[in-house]
């Protein structure tokens, strides 16, 4: 028996066609229905919260999972990332209200998704911050002056526009990855490499 | 006689006994060290978090993240051998955890000039103490060679591409445009032809173990993570229905020489014992 | 000028029905658009992830805000907590699988998505635990074998009955709460009084 | 002459000066406290977050959470008054955040056998203080009378009551059947009537400041967060731009009976400084 | 098997062997404390340095001064007998030393309603603890009443009196005015006819004793150290050759009382297994 | 306008006026720097003891030691002249004395492309400092050249050597077989033909200032006390009256490379405000 | 064989006499040789450093041993305090400069051969001090100006009249004292008890 | 005025007769009287405990005083030590009981007068100690067992052998030295060169 950690929302729609693409699939699983586990086979599915996923893996709940680069650099589980599954392509990065300059004398206001990204950033910057974590919405952060600038996932980048914001500095890209854990990996791994394998087909 | 013994304990002293047999002698830690004694290899220790309290001296100390250095500091004489075994609490904060815990760890070292024989022993230590602790569970023991892996791991981004191999990120070591061959290594699981990149004793060392141990002993080259300390063997033992590596060990001149004991060789293994309370509940 | 945070999501909604009852609404609010913020007369209004409505208002961002009590249970900001909406009722409790049974003697894994007021419950019960924090999808922790018990709002419990988890123990009830800062409260009180009295009325 | 004087500085300065021209003598924290000396009044400092280290001497020692505990330790005649200002930094976390800030705190204490009059200099002071700070913002003084509500807190529940008075938290109290009079005091901002139910003195503060100072001087019942420790007036300063409050005082009797000094009366405020810097953006 | 047992770990498992036999079960300390769960019983530790460290959670934390305490904030039901053993390191400052070492300590505690036989119970297991580390040397367990001295120190200079009576100081008694029974106490070494003076349960208990081990158990009031914590049997065991107390223990209701165990009866000793490294030396 | 200014204010005040006149723009410390970053330079410090504690985020940071290190840590462009002046407190164990002292410190650096007229400004300002704390009594700055030094001090025995050189010690010098060169410089007070033994530029320097401040400068290699870090001038400022020098400081272009910052420049001091107290009970 | 440890010196000398008088002594134990220990019987006598006896005594290397009550206060020895031998009687005392005054504002300067009796003394005046630990000849410290007091031992006072100095408080009187080991005196108690009947006699 | 620190005792007496001898005396210094403080000219001298020279010198009480290198060592005050006045010459040893071998299993016990000496050698040599301080008579602690070896200065080594001790490591050779508070040199340099220059003249 595997088990197989997807993360709920946009990004897991993607990865779980990327899935049946590659010939695994869970009756069910894309209903809209309260059912939390899906068996197929000697296979085990189930979703979580995207932030969730590296914690199932790397306790060994789940053997192997799908996880955003984000929340991976965020998080740093000592897991294994064995496939770079393309899927959700964007990047990370730091943007300021249209106009903004960093009179370094005074800390910087940080709003943030992923304090630990945004402090290792400012860090290699030697720049002194205050971290505010938010959960979403980082936009509303500097328009409504809660910060001075934010640390945000930035894909076309026209949510910021709209809100007058503009990228500074687009220092990381990210995607979902296959990640495993270390010990499921040695004793499971005839069947991650044939998925991997399946998956990796394009 | 009923000592009550914890499962820790219980473990601890079976491999105690084993230790002793093959001619080990017992390390205790009489004191506790100061912090800047561990200070100067943080990224030997394998949590960043290190316990500090003060001294009615006023010395800043550290309560004993690792046994290891505190051996090595005792090493005079570096042309002789030194075999010992440690069974000691050490004090960490596990990964993902926001708080110190209490850790039994059991361990060799085999300090001095090292032969083929020794390195061989300490492996086949290795294995013998995880089906101790595996007790009928699968178990196997990865192993690489450090050496071969710092002779492909170049340039500033040396730090990324080395994370990149122990999450046998292959995707990421091409965006880091890292060696081929290392790339190779990281590709392919207990690649045997890899082998022929090695020194002969190695290749030695590791088709001996390939052909004793078959199944138990993988070469896995994700099992390189220090490059500094480690120039050798390294290894990392895991037991069916652990989430983590319960052993791990390999052979660190690299951390000698930089303790002061240039041209000395190690080679040693540490296992966490706080582990084996979880395979009860299986 | 008045800024007030809405907690997204379906508690948010049911919130701003509220505040459309008592004659505030912001054209385009509930429409499903990108805009961040809505200016009515003098009154501004924006949606914001739960979990920071919190942080809104203790740092003057919003003058007043909306919050689910766990939220504040969790966060415990310093903030007027000015009036019970009554919207969202539900309650905090200890669930496990059926028939769980704790023998003490080793440590109890609790998952929850709030540390605090998990760690708050147990130390009262003099129990110690270890905690891990999840963001969601809680049932599945001790399903999969990842903890003992979980810590989470519970309304019906028929997710957990469909699990075969059971609640142990409700220890605190829940519902939505209007939060001022306590610095705008003193000068901005006639207006934050009268929002008040309005939503109060029934 | 050029001082670069930061705005803390500056702002500090002109407080000294204030304070000292109305009798109050300086003072000066010439050592750290033993951390014990805190650990007895925790619930006294505004954050649970301590400073501590060893000194070689091997003493554990805390880094100044507070500067009026001190004072109050050095009171040695209770029959005298004492009227003392200081301007210190004090070390605390930041509500939310998660490490330690250096805080230039001013504030003043009055100690010793206490008339009407020196609370009212007091409170004045405190107006002066926040006139000062606000430059033309508006501002407001909240006070209540600690001694009234604690006749009305009773029971197990008292500590979740009061959390609920400070949060004017009026639903949470009917929950907890609190006593209607707290309830009532709750509801009504500004709550003159209340003043009904105040000893004479205290009403007579109350109605001398409310005339004297209209809007600027209001009764708000959740200014109450303490009843170990204050017993009559409580009081906390607000300046419309700074989101938090930037004056907090009150009267402690009860805090000076804790610290051995049994029937002396104490009145004082601290200003916390770090906030004043935000104004500038404004 | 050959586990190469230090003396110490040799002794703890002789002694957890003989206790569990007893009907006493294992107590693990599973977590460290925080700092001030032990500053509210400064005085009930035998050493004023406290091991202190922080949390990464930010806790200030205590390393294991007392076992005693961790055990008692553990018992819930206070009308059920409760008996544990323990065999865990505790981090002290020794007397005279500048520097925290780890010290091996086991101990029993018996804790809930007891009766004469339970502390009966108590007093032969520490006879007994006594008679293994003796091994062939001469031992001595000297017993005294908390409970009488209490009666007997009285005023402001109680502190001093009865630091005099663990000094077996007569002229500094006299000096301080003491209660003249307390100086007969003091005076007179196994003071037999003091038993009379005794509750009619304690005199029993002593007569029994000192009938049962004659030369081996003896009354000594100098034993007395804490009336606070300590209120009926208190007793210290002595090695010949070792130069301080290995065992001390005693009946300790008040130390209960004080963390909210009020009516629960408890006693228990505790065995300070560092010592008996030296008895080799001999 | 009354601020109650302590003799440290005042002198901090004046000296503040100085810089700032000078060009030199105040830097302030923001934040606690963690432990370790002074741990890489700790025989820069002047004392052994750092304050150390723990942040609730789990980091070991320290209270300053010496503001130097972050201001050079806020260096970026090595390119441009840095003109810094502080006024902040410091956290040392004095000398002798077993707890650790807040100390006012108050100094300049100049950090980058460094020309002769800036090295000048610094001893010029030094000199100025000296001259207003000394307010008329005596008072002389020591310098020397560490360079020179460097190039004299040899072997394995360098550190010792170096100690008997900050102490006179020539009879020490003599035992070590120290340089013959460097003997005569400690053996001659206020040595000027040593000058030419200098680099043109230094020799102008010190002649000019010989000249320019006859007795109140003088050539003394007694200065030198660390060769690692200092390269070129080194000078000390004592007062009369005051047992130790107030002010110390000089070229540390060898801890820039240290911390990074290789091929920059730079020279400052630092003046122990502490010590000003004492003069007035002369 | 029981074990005795003298102090040297004036004090060492008169409670010798004592030990004669109580029919005690090895012989050539007062000549002046370097002979340092003399047996006699099953008695061994010593000399050692007034400030070692409590170490000898409570590390058990001495059974029994003489001490001032200073240096017992100053060390706190864990140690029986059997009998006091009334020889050597004086006192502790502050001392400072005739006209003395203690403005308070500033750290006290104290020059004293007993640091912890000086530290315990002035903590319980509150009063926040610098401790000058010196070997002796405390008088000067004063004179030059080292110090502000000194805390000294006080026999007659005619020392310090004659350095202008005067006695400010005379807080503990002083003797010699007979120690006893506390494990000793268990096995040697009849030993033990035998010495101080014979002393005690006058 | 310059005021000098002469140490107490047989080194005192050698070092006053070198400074006789260079032509500074002062009237009844050498008498045995309760005078502590010899005026001469505008030179003042005084004698002090051995160990306490530094702590007067280092504070500038006096401007220049005569120490053991040992006490220099331990105390390393911040001073100039302009001279060796080569009187009492001797060493610091280490020295245990004839045919001691050190099994470096266990802690050695070390006793000694000079804590901080004793630490550093042992430091050097990587051994684990405890330290065992006393006043004096260091021979007796290994006879008796109260230490294993001593850590103290040796001249001829004659009471060492006369104890059945032997010297381990003879690691530094000791010294009457003068040493000068650093400030005061820089104010008085030319009195303090001249009693220099007299001094070293032979």
Redesign the interface.
């Known amino acids: 028996m595997i088990?197989i950690a997807f993360p709920?929302g946009r990004l897991g729609k993607k990865v779980y066609a990327l899935f049946e693409k590659a010939g695994f699939s869970w009756p069910g699983m894309t209903d809209d229905n309260?059912k939390?586990?899906f068996t197929h086979g000697d296979m085990r599915a189930?979703?979580?919260?995207?932030?969730?996923v590296p914690?199932?893996v790397?306790?060994?709940?789940?053997d192997i999972g799908v996880a955003g680069k984000d929340i991976l650099l965020e998080r740093s589980?000592?897991?294994?990332?064995?496939?770079?599954l393309k899927a959700g392509a964007c990047s990370m990065a730091v943007a300021a209200p249209q106009g903004f300059r960093d009179n370094s004398s005074?800390?910087l206001r940080v709003a943030t998704e992923f304090p630990n990204i945004a402090r290792k950033y400012f860090a290699s910057q030697?720049r002194?911050i205050?971290i505010?974590t938010?959960?979403?919405?980082l936009?509303?952060a500097p328009?409504?002056?809660?910060s001075d600038v934010i640390v945000d996932i930035v894909e076309t980048g026209?949510?910021l526009r709209?809100?007058n914001l503009c990228v500074i500095d687009r220092f990381q890209s990210l995607s979902a990855r296959l990640i495993a854990?270390?010990?499921?990996?040695?004793?499971k791994?005839d069947v991650i490499?044939m998925i991997i394998r399946r998956l990796a087909v394009d | 006689m009923d000592y009550h013994f914890s499962p820790e304990e219980f473990f601890a002293f079976s491999l105690r006994d084993i230790y002793s047999r093959q001619g080990y002698s017992l390390f205790r830690m009489s004191r506790f060290e100061e912090y800047d004694f561990y200070a100067g290899a943080k990224d030997f220790l394998t949590s960043k978090h290190v316990l500090t309290f003060s001294n009615p001296d006023g010395r800043l100390m550290a309560l004993r993240p690792d046994v290891t250095l505190s051996i090595i500091r005792n090493i005079k004489d570096i042309h002789q051998l030194h075999k010992f075994y440690y069974d000691e609490k050490v004090y960490r904060v596990p990964h993902g955890a926001d708080a110190f815990r209490e850790i039994p760890q059991t361990g060799i070292e085999c300090i001095g000039p090292l032969g083929l024989d020794d390195i061989k022993e300490v492996i086949a230590l290795a294995l013998e103490t995880l089906c101790v602790i595996a007790g009928g569970r699968r178990y196997v023991l990865d192993a690489a060679h450090a050496g071969l892996v710092a002779s492909l791991v170049n340039g500033d981004k040396g730090g990324e591409i080395l994370k990149c191999l122990c999450a046998k990120n292959v995707h990421g070591l091409r965006t880091l445009n890292a060696d081929e061959r290392l790339i190779r290594l990281a590709e392919i699981p207990n690649n045997l032809e890899a082998l022929s990149e090695f020194d002969e004793d190695t290749e030695e060392l590791m088709k001996f173990f390939s052909e004793e141990f078959g199944q138990n002993f993988r070469v896995d080259f994700s099992t390189v993570n220090n490059l500094n300390y480690y120039n050798g063997l390294v290894f990392r033992g895991f037991v069916e229905g652990l989430p983590e590596a319960v052993l791990s060990g390999g052979q660190y001149d690299g951390l000698l020489e930089a303790r002061g004991l240039a041209g000395c060789h190690g080679v040693g293994f540490a296992v966490n014992l706080s582990l084996v309370r979880r395979l009860e509940h299986d």
């Open positions: 088990n709920k309260r939390l586990v189930f979703w979580v919260k995207p932030f969730d914690v199932y790397e306790r060994g709940t789940a589980p000592d897991v294994y990332e064995l496939l770079d005074d800390t030697g002194d205050d505010i938010l959960r979403g919405s936009e509303l328009i409504l002056g809660l026209t949510t709209e809100n854990n270390k010990s499921s990996y040695k004793f791994e490499s």
